[in-house]
Nanobody, 125 residues
Framework: QLQLVESGGGLVQPGGSLRLSCATSGFTLDYYAWAWFRQAPGKDREGVACITPSGGSTNYADSVKGRFSISRDNAKNTVYLQMNSLKPEDTAVYYC??????????????????WGQGTQVTVSS
């Protein structure tokens, strides 16, 4: 059974850091492009970061470049999103997603076939 489970969200002060994890089961990470999306109340779903199946290429939304980093650990079957210098506008539910493509599809969330349940990130003092 293919499953994605996010964890690591929570409440953090502005300027703080969090690392989100996406534990996968039933997947071979090398066969999928992986991405993190987020959705704040009343806003559209936004692509945050993605990584190609080989892990050799990543792409980031302009709003998080230099602050967020996506990575994967094949041995642990886990995809990560390291978030530094967090801002209140980063507050959202964050979702892990996978698609059987060879390229990142950061702006096409509807193309992704597999989704986790989401984890809440709240940045507030």
């Amino acid at each position: 059974q293919l499953q994605l489970v996010e964890s690591g969200g929570g409440l953090v002060q502005p300027g703080g850091s969090l690392r989100l994890s996406c534990a996968t089961s039933g997947f071979t990470l090398d066969y999928y492009a992986w991405a993190w999306f987020r959705q704040a109340p009343g806003k559209d779903r936004e692509g945050v970061a993605c990584i190609t199946p080989s892990g050799g290429s990543t792409n980031y939304a302009d709003s998080v470049k230099g602050r967020f980093s996506i990575s994967r650990d094949n041995a642990k079957n886990t995809v990560y999103l390291q978030m530094n210098s967090l801002k209140p506008e980063d507050t959202a539910v964050y979702y892990c997603a996978a698609v059987g493509e060879t390229i990142c599809l950061l702006k096409r969330w509807r193309a992704y076939d597999y989704w986790g349940q989401g984890t809440q990130v709240t940045v507030s003092s």
